[in-house]
């Protein structure tokens, strides 16, 4: 049994995503960005175009959290939402030219957060690849 609240993986997972987010608010507020806008933003960087739905399931964020956070990323003039050519009920994310040019910008801002972590990249892979093991398996038990 636990004696320590920071023997739990739930909480000790919780209370690191939260550091994590605290120490890359100070580098997003200098873009006017939003964890939440960012993680958008990152996921459209690698593919753009694509639907609102495609978007939740990438970025793990429910559509009636995705929805504020898109339109106001649009009102920021970093993407458009256009109906698909093929299906008028869907609509299509996509980057604006100005969403493109942050993506060198955030480069830096990972770079600068890494750098204030005294850990070593190696440790920080395991570390990524340890958390997508663990939220797979919690997909594989949820759906059973």
């Given at each position: ?38 993680i ?57 030219e ?12 990972t ?20 958390s ?13």
């Amino acid at each position: 049994m636990a004696q320590n609240l920071s023997d739990n993986v739930c909480f000790t997972l919780y209370s690191a995503t939260n550091a994590l987010v605290r120490a890359f608010r100070p580098l997003l507020d200098a873009y006017d960005l939003t964890y939440p806008q960012y993680i958008v933003m990152h996921s459209l960087w690698y593919k753009n175009q694509v639907s609102l739905k495609a978007l939740a399931q990438d970025t793990y964020l429910d559509s009636s959290t995705l929805t504020p956070i898109v339109k106001r990323l649009e009102a920021k003039g970093l993407l458009t939402r256009k109906i698909s050519p093929e299906d008028e009920r869907k609509k299509i994310i996509s980057l604006t030219e100005k969403g493109v040019r942050l993506q060198q910008d955030a480069a830096e801002l990972t770079a600068t957060l890494m750098a204030r972590s005294s850990m070593s990249l190696e440790r920080l892979e395991q570390l990524r690849l340890l958390s997508l093991e663990l939220r797979t398996e919690l997909a594989k038990a949820e759906a059973s």
